[in-house]
């Protein structure tokens, strides 16, 4: 694999941190651009990650983000390492919401269940992975500017998938606990990067949809939790109370492998 300098350099600054090797491999059947499983008891000894080829983008950003993940975990104390999982009583709650949203489709409970379980999986991952993935963004871009052209593509892209969720037929089929919290966070995700490339119109869709003040709050919230790793849960939670979201997960120790 040809990867850039400064992509192996973080890889391995991640090994050298955490004991691990990183395993790096594409994915065609990926649905995201990266995906890390972090390395852990009773699986394999090692970090994988996992990105979506692609013949016009180089992976080493998406790459390099990923491994952002796995630094600001283990830059904490062992006894310190949590990770968001759900819980049963989050899940229920989907569940009874989107019943309630698309019953008049005739689908019954059977049916709409595991419909619920993206939602409610898809909107844990959004939570957990936005406020901490801007941390890891204004690193990457502060110390490592190398990768700023990669960045932008991939941030572009982000930004356009992101405003096409505000379609109101997908609205129509969402919770509206669930459609607010992710509106809410993209529009925060866009708000992030408005101000980084000093391009107010990337919130504009955000603006128009009603969503300006919500994901400005979640923005306060972000500048004003310090930045260091031993404060991501807590940015977590402060994001999770401000979308009515704390009660759908918990916090678990993160087991590294022995």
């Not at 939790?225 to 120790?253: C, F, K, M, N």
Request: with cysteine; aromatic share 10%.
């Amino acid at each position: 694999m040809n990867l850039r300098e400064t992509t192996r350099d973080i890889i391995s600054l991640v090994e050298e941190r955490t004991g691990f090797p990183v395993e790096v491999m594409d994915d065609p059947t990926l649905k995201t651009a990266a995906v890390v499983s972090m390395a852990r008891r009773k699986t394999v000894p090692a970090h994988i990650i996992r990105y979506l080829p692609s013949p016009s983008q180089p992976p080493d950003y998406v790459i390099c983000f990923e491994c952002g993940y796995i630094l600001r975990l283990f830059d904490n104390p062992p006894g310190e390492r949590f990770e968001v999982s759900g819980v049963r009583g989050g899940l229920e709650q989907v569940e009874k919401m989107l019943f309630a949203q698309v019953r008049s489709l005739g689908l019954d409970k059977q049916q709409l269940a595991p419909i619920a379980k993206q939602m409610y999986d898809g909107m844990l991952v959004h939570l957990r992975s936005i406020p901490i993935g801007l941390r890891i963004a204004a690193w990457l871009a502060d110390e490592y500017p190398e990768l700023q052209d990669l960045q932008r593509i991939q941030v572009t892209k982000e930004l356009k998938l992101n405003s096409e969720t505000l379609n109101p037929e997908i609205r129509a089929m969402m919770p509206d606990i669930i459609y607010r919290a992710s509106a809410a966070v993209n529009g925060a995700f866009a708000l992030f990067w408005s101000h980084r490339y000093q391009k107010p119109s990337l919130t504009q869709p955000y603006v128009q949809a009603g969503y300006r003040k919500d994901a400005g709050d979640l923005m306060e919230i972000w500048n004003q939790v310090p930045s260091d790793p031993s404060h991501d849960r807590e940015l977590i939670d402060q994001w999770g109370e401000a979308l009515g979201l704390r009660t759908w997960y918990q916090w678990v120790p993160y087991q590294a492998p022995v």
